[in-house]
């Protein structure tokens, strides 16, 4: 922990400690972006429309 003036400022941590927070962070954007889709009353595109559009098998 780091203080100034007597107050909490910052803290050190590692680089892996630091990629691992910002793995975590994406993680949650993903979640909050899929919770967020799944309540969109829109019409879904299927997946087999999509995977022919796209060329995929």
Excluded: T, Y
């Amino acid at each position: 922990m780091i203080e100034r003036h007597e107050k909490e400022e910052a803290v050190l941590i590692s680089v892996e400690q630091f990629e691992k927070f910002v793995e975590a962070e994406e993680e949650l954007e993903d979640i909050r972006a899929a919770e967020e889709s799944m309540r969109d009353p829109s019409p879904n595109i299927p997946w087999e429309k999509v995977k022919k559009e796209l060329g995929l098998k």
